[in-house]
């Protein structure tokens, strides 16, 4: 099965599994767990809008970094500059946060609110470098998409 044809299944999974649902931590968590399942990525997860800077969310993964700064690293750049990022290779990306050495590619797609004001990011990081590209752009945001109405239109 190809890239497409997995987010061809995984988009309506989503929106069936999150469909009345709007606990935030319970969307997120199941949102990172599926996608993680399904594409086998390093680390998968959610960076929320707190207090000025970007916290840790729910994911699927090994450790990670807590606290981002607007601006800071991939996922500070795509909160800042309200659009997705994608990185062939995270070492080439000035200020990159190595929150894992193992990490080679990433892609980072913000979450709107209905304002279209950044609440979070959903962070994905791969082992392989250009693992990422305008086919997991476009679903990506589809997936973000899924995810934010759930979680403000409570």
């Known amino acids: ?3 497409q044809e997995q987010y061809n299944e995984v988009l ?3 929106a069936a599994l999150l469909e009345g649902e709007h606990e935030l931590m319970s969307v997120l968590s199941n949102a990172a767990a599926l996608l ?9 997860g959610f960076y929320l809008v707190r207090e000025s800077e970007l916290r840790l969310g729910p994911f699927q993964g090994p450790v990670a970094c ?4 607007l601006g800071r690293g991939v996922c500070g750049t ?3 500059q309200q659009q997705t990022i994608v990185v062939p290779d995270v070492e080439q ?6 929150c894992s050495s193992e990490s080679r590619s990433e892609i980072v797609v913000p979450l709107f609110d209905a304002h ?5 990011v959903l962070d994905i990081d791969s082992r392989e470098l250009n693992t990422f590209d305008e086919t997991d752009r476009q679903n ?7 995810i934010a109405q759930a979680i403000t239109s409570a």
């Open 93 to 98: 990306f000035p200020g990159h946060i190595a």
């Open 78 to 80: 795509a909160w800042e």
């Open 1 to 3: 099965m190809n890239k």
């Open 140 to 146: 990506l945001e589809q997936v973000a998409n899924i």
């Open 36 to 44: 993680h399942q399904t594409f086998q990525w390093w680390w998968t």
């Open 12 to 14: 309506p999974q989503l």
């Open 66 to 69: 807590m606290h981002i700064a």
């Open 116 to 120: 279209h004001k950044v609440i979070g």
